[in-house]
């Protein structure tokens, strides 16, 4: 059983940055695929960023391409998200999730994380 803990959130100022990040724990890190999403107040979940096992190549929601960066260091079991030039739209709870297969469902979520961006 995998568990995943998102911190970083906070409060900024619009045009700040925020670097979250999710901790595992529990299973084998290296083997999932790591995605982040966020749901903002009234709205459905949706996906903000996405990182395979290896690393390799990563895949941003269009609103968030050219500010945010999504890493990990599978040696720290951790994913990292790094949001610069925040807008406030980009307020929302954060989380992390996991999948075994990139094709299938998620395996594991976080909590979530609050990002909240003042104008």
């Known amino acids: 059983q995998v568990q995943l803990v998102e911190t970083g959130g906070g409060l900024v100022q619009a045009g700040g940055s925020v670097r979250l990040s999710c901790a595992a724990s529990g299973g084998t890190f290296s083997r999932y695929q790591m995605d982040w999403f966020r749901q903002a107040p009234g709205k459905e979940r949706e996906f903000v960023a996405g990182?395979?096992?290896?690393?390799?190549?990563?895949y941003y929601a269009d609103p968030v391409k050219g500010r945010f960066t999504i890493s990990r260091d599978n040696a720290k079991n951790t994913v990292y998200l790094q949001m610069n030039s925040l807008k406030p739209e980009d307020t929302a709870v954060y989380y992390c999730?996991?999948?075994?297969?990139?094709?299938?469902?998620?395996?594991?979520w976080g909590q979530g994380t609050q990002v909240t961006v003042s104008s």
């Open positions: 999730a996991a999948k075994a297969n990139s094709g299938g469902s998620y395996n594991y």
């Open positions: 990182i395979p096992w290896s690393g390799g190549s990563r």
